[in-house]
């Protein structure tokens, strides 16, 4: 296995977000347990491999793998896994199982890999953490053999709608990832001329109240929010408002929080015969 990397072959420094990879940092002890919805996102992902893993699959790219809890699965499908995640201590958790022969930190926007390596993507609930998501679907393209797959799941907007709704009428600040709806994911990858196919599921976490909520998000990194004035404490006042909001979807199962998740079959079109590729996908920085 290859030593966790932060460079290219030509050693350029990746770009990474300090910011969130020291929040996921901080959670990688703490996600393989509290990260119930997470595995089970990436176990649905997972049991879609047979029907779609290429015959002759070499190398699997895992792209935000954190602990790697799936790696087990993945490596069945591929001659050699290789590993990405933002976190270098994720990493670390990931290369304790072996799986994988190389293990990247590295921005999702940059890649440290060449043109059209990988035959298969993996890449379960990251892709709602990017900042320029087109750049960063259009990087996933460019790494992608021609006639390779994507298997992805990301959230979309509908996710935390009781969290949202608890939060309206407390104050304006944001609270929740701003998320892209279905039909803006679809359309951007169907721009890049890939074929998709889709399906989006909702899952539900239930909580016995909102602290325990707010210390699940903290456990696996995601109490980050881009664009919160307030990253730090929030009023004693504020934050009971909240509660007693949140408490109006209160079941026999507890305090309920939505997730509408897109799960993605991209696959990008294979070279026609005695044809040569000679450009790679324009890398559109806007996001």
């Not at 969130?20 to 990260?35: N, Q, W």
């Not at 499908?77 to 990247?104: I, K, N, P």
């Not at 993605?264 to 450009?279: I, M, N, R």
Request: glycine letters at 6%; charged letters at 15%; one cysteine or more.
């Amino acid at each position: 296995m290859t030593a966790l990397r932060q460079q290219t072959e030509s050693g350029v420094q990746t770009s990474l977000n300090p910011v969130i990879a020291a929040h996921f940092d901080k959670a990688a002890s703490s996600y393989v347990c509290a990260a119930a919805l997470q595995q089970q996102v990436a176990l649905d992902l997972a049991a879609v491999l047979p029907a779609t893993a290429p015959q002759q699959c070499r190398v699997l790219l895992d792209v935000g793998c954190g602990p790697g809890w799936y790696h087990p699965q993945l490596i069945k499908h591929c001659s050699e896994l290789w590993a990405v995640d933002l976190s270098a201590a994720m990493l670390a958790q990931a290369q304790t199982l072996g799986c994988a022969s190389r293990y990247l930190q590295a921005d999702v926007c940059q890649i440290p890999i060449p043109d059209h390596s990988v035959d298969l993507i993996f890449s379960s609930l990251m892709l709602q953490w990017c900042a320029t998501p087109k750049q960063a679907f259009q990087e996933l393209c460019r790494v992608l053999k021609p006639g390779g797959t994507m298997l992805l799941s990301t959230l979309v907007q509908g996710s935390l709608a009781e969290f949202q709704q608890s939060w309206a009428g407390v104050d304006d600040d944001v609270h929740q990832l701003q998320l892209l709806a279905t039909t803006e994911v679809l359309a951007q990858f169907q721009n890049l001329g890939v074929a998709v196919g889709s399906q989006e599921r909702q899952y539900q976490v239930f909580y016995p109240d909102v602290w325990a909520l707010a210390r699940g998000f903290k456990q696996i990194g995601a109490n980050f929010v881009q664009g919160r004035q307030g990253q730090g404490l929030m009023g004693k006042r504020r934050w009971l408002a909240f509660a007693n909001n949140y408490e109006q979807y209160r079941g026999a199962r507890g305090l309920p929080l939505s997730y509408q998740v897109l799960q993605l079959v991209v696959t990008k079109p294979a070279l026609l015969d005695g044809v040569t590729e000679t450009a790679s996908i324009e890398q559109d920085t806007t996001a």
